[in-house]
């Protein structure tokens, strides 16, 4: 069976439109929850109104089994998913302030963006409350060098199968079994605890009329032009150079592809560390005479420790076109050989990360030698992945 | 005209979930809440400080290489709850400009809890990364160990303090 994750989109605005949906889904469902509603949370804590535990429970629940079951199937491939990495005690900490917070609001951060939303004071005052702490935290994490070791100490992926030495399926299982124990017991603490504090007057509010709205529909176009004043803002132009530049990852798709128009030249002082498979060893003087008689068609690839050669000397033939590999050996090293950590904020960020899991995979078993006249490395096998090129992001 | 009641917490929760799911699917990463005056921060301060930003160390990140901050999947999702909370506040007649408390405590105090409350939110979404959407629900159906333990403590956090600050709910 084929992967259905990741995606693929024909452009990132298209992509960046999914997350218009799929975030008013999130903020509708809150809503119709009762998350805008700050006493319906708090009850949480007072026991007598579950709701929070319950909602966010079976989202868990479905979310979990949806995602593992699938990536059982072989559907999803969970290497390219986002794991948010372990930072123990900062996150340990972290969540203690953000409970307590929590109980004095009576929101957390997104369910104020939907109790603002829906009209209340309370929600849009904790929401300015939460701008205000988090330009704090910015302040203080550079301030104080204690504060900012807790914030970077940690960092792995962790999963919770692997942290508790137990299968996949048995952890899915126990959380599912968990939770289902779980929803008894609060269904049952809160019929104690009702009869106590009472429920919640969940307020039949009156229909409000124009004012509201239009405030409201202001504040739903100033968002959308938002929107559309970050897609059109302009991306960073690239520096002109007096040789062309060449991504790592692109020659090592070339070098994969085995582009008989490709020649790389290995330009560093000192060859004793391995380089990029199939480059001719060159300097100046002996490049010029490696490149005479090459056809116009070759493109020449250059590198040297760290991308800091970029100009062509003027005895190389002026009829062949010259890059430079950016970052050098050290960008090959970092962003071909090395598997990237998933970062998944934008489409083009994940399609890359793909191409390099492909890619590193294939080069880890290269032996990376440089020599005079290196054969072309054997074309990559078929069915690993299928090699095949992306296209899209912006 | 009254409110529709609210939904059944498990059907909220079953779409919820289905959100989730296709949001993992989709752009390869949770949903979240903190990304909004994450960005945003770093969207001004960059204006007004731009070093300074570049090598803050939860900053540096949103506007390094040039990156525009607010060209990012969570930031425009954030705008879509806005949307869907607003939308399913009003199709449910439950839109009021109103503030919600315990029937104990004036509009004010519970006002200044409110903004409290949020800058001590925003430092701890901070410092752990995320908040109860990012970490919490997303990281906790991926079965992230620092996301679980995250959302022990957040419960942990809001039982621990709920008694000291019972007379602005019940």
């Known amino acids: 069976m084929s992967a259905i994750f990741p995606l693929t989109f024909a452009s990132e605005q298209l992509y960046l439109l999914t997350a218009v949906g799929l975030g008013f889904l999130f903020g509708f469902a809150l809503e119709r929850a009762g998350f805008g509603n700050a006493r319906k949370l708090a009850a949480q804590f007072y026991l007598y109104d579950m709701t929070v535990f319950k909602v966010m429970f079976t989202a868990i629940l479905v979310a979990m089994v949806g995602l593992y079951t699938l990536a059982g199937l072989g559907l999803v491939d969970l290497s390219v998913l986002w794991i948010n990495p372990t930072f123990m005690w900062a996150q340990a900490i972290g969540g203690f302030l953000l409970g307590a917070g929590f109980i004095m609001s009576g929101l957390c951060p997104g369910t104020s963006v939907v109790s603002a939303a829906s009209g209340r004071y309370d929600g849009a005052v904790t929401l300015a409350g939460i701008f205000i702490g988090t330009a704090l935290f910015s302040v203080a994490v550079d301030w104080f060098p204690a504060l900012e070791r807790l914030y970077e100490s940690g960092g792995e992926i962790s999963l919770l199968p692997t942290a508790l030495g137990l299968p996949t399926p048995t952890v899915v299982l126990a959380v599912v079994a968990a939770a289902a124990m779980a929803f008894i017991g609060a269904e049952q603490v809160e019929r104690i605890f009702q009869s106590k504090y009472g429920t919640i007057e969940l307020t039949p509010r009156p229909t409000p009329r124009t004012p509201r709205i239009k405030f409201a529909l202001a504040g739903s176009l100033a968002a959308v032009t938002l929107v559309s004043v970050a897609w059109k803002a302009p991306a960073p132009e690239p520096v002109p150079m007096p040789m062309g530049v060449i991504e790592p990852l692109d020659l090592a798709e070339s070098i994969v592809a085995s582009d008989p128009n490709v020649m790389i030249l290995d330009l560093r002082p000192d060859r004793s560390a391995a380089g990029i498979p199939g480059a001719f060893a060159a300097d100046d003087s002996t490049a010029g005479a490696l490149l005479t008689g090459v056809a116009p068609s070759v493109r020449v690839v250059v590198y040297d420790d760290d991308g800091v050669r970029r100009a062509a000397p003027a005895t190389w033939p002026s009829t062949l076109t010259y890059r430079y590999v950016r970052g050098g050996l050290a960008a090959w090293t970092a962003e071909v050989t090395t598997p990237m950590e998933p970062t998944g904020y934008t489409l083009a960020e994940r399609e890359r990360l793909l191409r390099q899991h492909e890619i590193a995979a294939y080069f880890s078993g290269t032996a990376a030698t440089t020599t005079t006249a290196a054969p072309p490395p054997a074309a990559m096998t078929s069915g690993a992945g299928g090699g095949k090129k992306r296209k899209g992001g912006c | ?170």
């Open chain 2, 1 to 170: 005209m009254n409110a529709k009641p609210y939904w059944n917490p498990y059907v909220a929760g079953v779409l919820l979930g289905l959100t989730l799911l296709a949001t993992f699917l989709v752009a390869g990463q949770g949903l979240g809440a903190s990304a909004l005056p994450k960005r945003t921060v770093a969207f001004v301060a960059h204006e007004v400080a731009p070093t300074w930003t570049e090598d803050n160390p939860t900053l540096g990140r949103y506007v390094e290489n040039g990156a525009n901050p607010f060209k990012d999947w969570l930031l425009i999702e954030v705008i879509g709850v806005v949307l869907g909370g607003f939308i399913g506040a009003m199709t449910a007649g439950r839109f009021s400009a109103t503030v919600e408390k315990g029937p104990r405590i004036s509009v004010r105090t519970r006002l200044l809890f409110a903004l409290g409350g949020g800058v001590v939110m925003g430092f701890a979404a901070g410092l752990a990364r995320g908040c109860t959407s990012g970490q919490a629900l997303s990281g906790g159906a991926t079965l992230a160990t620092g996301s679980w333990v995250f959302m022990l403590m957040v419960f942990a956090g809001g039982y621990a303090l709920a008694y000291l600050v019972r007379r602005q709910w019940i």
